[in-house]
């Protein structure tokens, strides 16, 4: 394509996606695109529509105008989902544009070395597997234990365990994580990104509407009681729960004091809603880590101090940045 053919492009891009009756006609072209395809494809031998799912614009075009709500299988190079057609976050993700998500995992093992030994991997927050199953199946790790609380996303986790043949490998909880056993917390659910499910505290409005999101209730224990005898030397915990990490930590005393590897999500304004900073920080600056990365910049090593914390949460803000942290 020239320069100038691109660039008209990019400007029509642009105007479809910020005037509404456009959104809606390039939405009907796509439908009509697709089923026409179907339509074409099927009168002739050769199968040539899987030979176009292998093009991003065409998976795109498919997962966005498959009707809601619809189970979509996801190929992803060596691994298999099945994802929601309603799932606009990760399920997305895997179907349009495959496993983006783990090239931070990959880039944490090479930070740990060849001495890590990567037998287990603690995935709390696991939603459908995109971190566990490839982790495990690319033998990444030895095994892995996931932690989903959201009983759809927990049922597609399972089901994405066992269609890539890992059911052996990964043992799975239906539960959340809290401070204290035996709780039963609210959790609110997204309705269009269901990596967005999250322990509700605050009812209020918050930017993206959460007053308005369903909740239901789930049941909730330690980390030190579900992983109670931790090995910390080929132990990696991968934390991602829409900001209640700092909670979450708070009972998980046993396990810090151990030293393991530990990669959460540090969202400055899922921390505000929960009210965990203060409990992450002290769960953090209260054992022997000593350092960290920030995986938007993983070739700078920075001790870990308040200050340092106070400074990312700073640079991010309160309106919706995220990174992710390796704590050491």
Same mark, same amino acid.
């Given at each position: 394509?020239?320069? /100038?053919?691109?660039?008209?492009?990019?400007?029509?891009?642009?105007?479809? %996606?910020?005037?509404?009756?456009?959104?809606?006609?390039?939405?009907?072209?796509?439908?009509?695109?697709?089923?026409?395809? %179907?339509? /074409?494809?099927?009168?002739?031998?050769?199968?040539?529509?899987?030979?176009?799912?292998?093009?991003?614009?065409?998976?795109?075009?498919?997962?966005?105008?498959?009707? #809601?709500?619809?189970?979509?299988? +996801?190929?992803?190079?060596?691994?298999?989902?099945?994802? *929601?057609?309603?799932?606009?976050?990760?399920?997305?993700?895997?179907?349009?544009?495959?496993?983006?998500?783990?090239? *931070?995992?990959?880039?944490?093992?090479?930070?740990?070395?060849? #001495?890590?030994?990567?037998?287990?991997?603690?995935?709390?927050?696991?939603?459908?597997?995109?971190?566990?199953?490839? +982790?495990?199946?690319?033998?990444?790790?030895?095994?892995?234990?996931?932690?989903?609380?959201?009983?759809?996303?927990?049922?597609?986790?399972?089901?994405?365990?066992?269609?890539?043949? /890992?059911? $052996?490998?990964?043992?799975?909880?239906?539960?959340?994580?809290?401070?204290?056993? $035996?709780? *039963?917390?609210?959790?609110?659910?997204?309705?269009?990104?269901?990596?967005?499910?999250?322990?509700?505290?605050?009812?209020?409005?918050?930017?993206?509407?959460?007053?308005?999101?369903?909740?239901?209730?789930?049941?909730?224990?330690?980390?030190?009681?579900?992983?109670?005898?931790?090995?910390?030397?080929?132990?990696?915990?991968?934390?991602?729960?829409?900001?209640?990490? $700092?909670?979450?930590?708070?009972?998980?005393?046993?396990?810090?004091?151990?030293?393991?590897?530990? /990669?959460?999500?540090?969202?400055?304004?899922?921390?505000?809603?929960?009210?965990?900073?203060?409990?992450?920080?002290?769960?953090?600056?209260?054992?022997?880590?000593?350092?960290?990365?920030?995986?938007?910049?993983?070739?700078? %090593?920075?001790?870990?101090?308040?200050?340092?914390?106070?400074?990312?949460? +700073?640079?991010?803000?309160?309106?919706? #940045?995220?990174?992710?942290?390796?704590?050491?």
């Amino acid at each position: 394509m020239t320069p /100038v053919a691109e660039s008209l492009l990019t400007r029509i891009k642009l105007q479809l %996606k910020t005037v509404p009756f456009l959104v809606a006609a390039k939405r009907a072209l796509y439908r009509h695109t697709y089923l026409t395809s %179907k339509f /074409v494809f099927g009168l002739v031998r050769k199968p040539l529509f899987p030979s176009l799912m292998r093009f991003g614009a065409i998976r795109q075009l498919v997962f966005d105008t498959t009707p #809601n709500p619809t189970l979509v299988v +996801a190929q992803c190079q060596t691994e298999t989902f099945i994802v *929601s057609s309603r799932d606009s976050g990760i399920g997305r993700m895997l179907a349009c544009h495959g496993l983006l998500d783990y090239q *931070s995992l990959e880039t944490v093992v090479s930070l740990l070395g060849p #001495n890590f030994s990567r037998d287990l991997l603690v995935d709390v927050g696991a939603n459908i597997g995109s971190i566990c199953v490839p +982790a495990v199946s690319r033998g990444a790790f030895k095994r892995a234990i996931a932690i989903e609380p959201e009983p759809h996303n927990f049922s597609l986790l399972s089901a994405n365990v066992f269609i890539n043949q /890992v059911s $052996g490998q990964i043992t799975t909880h239906n539960l959340a994580l809290g401070p204290t056993s $035996g709780d *039963s917390l609210t959790f609110e659910l997204s309705d269009s990104n269901f990596g967005d499910h999250r322990i509700r505290t605050s009812s209020d409005a918050g930017l993206y509407g959460e007053d308005r999101r369903k909740t239901l209730t789930v049941r909730s224990d330690t980390l030190d009681s579900v992983v109670p005898d931790l090995k910390p030397e080929g132990t990696l915990i991968w934390m991602d729960t829409q900001g209640f990490e $700092g909670h979450i930590l708070t009972g998980a005393s046993k396990a810090l004091a151990k030293g393991p590897p530990l /990669v959460i999500e540090f969202w400055p304004y899922g921390m505000k809603r929960t009210g965990s900073f203060s409990s992450l920080k002290a769960a953090l600056l209260q054992t022997n880590y000593e350092s960290f990365y920030d995986l938007s910049k993983p070739n700078e %090593k920075l001790a870990l101090t308040h200050d340092a914390l106070d400074a990312i949460y +700073a640079s991010l803000g309160e309106f919706g #940045n995220f990174t992710d942290l390796l704590i050491l």
